[in-house]
């Protein structure tokens, strides 16, 4: 759902930056000619374009609050990791090639408990 809905605003995203290059600009733009009567004259296109960029912005705004629904719905907020523990990085032995094993990495040194940044010098 959340992948249909993402290419979905894609789409949407797309057609709002068409719809807005093809209006007639005050110099002059990309806008689009015709007859000077009907749907294709040039007030028939100038109401036709805003009106269907102002749906396409709505919907395009609804999508964005639903995927961000969507996103906060299925995301993990059971627990905010608020430390830079960089001692729990893995440590490569071996050189991925195929070669000698390398020696392990030095970890990094375990910051102070009251210092929530640790040591930043290194």
């Known amino acids: 759902m959340f992948l249909f809905l993402t290419v979905l605003q894609a789409i949407v995203g ?3 930056v068409g719809v807005i290059l093809m209006q007639r600009s005050e110099g002059g733009g ?3 000619g015709g007859s000077p009567s009907g749907m294709l004259g040039a007030r028939g296109a100038a109401d036709f374009l805003t009106r269907s960029t102002k749906w396409l912005a709505v919907l ?3 999508l ?3 995927l961000a629904a969507i996103a906060v719905e299925t995301g993990d ?3 905010i990791e608020s430390t830079l523990d960089r001692s729990t990085l893995p440590v490569q032995t071996a050189d991925p090639l195929g070669g000698p094993a390398a020696a ?5 040194p375990t910051p102070a408990d009251d210092d929530p940044l ?3 010098t290194n």
């Open 64 to 66: 964005s609050i639903l």
């Open 30 to 32: 990309l806008g689009i």
């Open 118 to 120: 640790g040591d930043v």
């Open 77 to 79: 907020t059971t627990s």
């Open 14 to 16: 797309a057609a709002l």
């Open 104 to 108: 392990p990495a030095e970890t990094a």
């Open 60 to 62: 395009f705004v609804v």
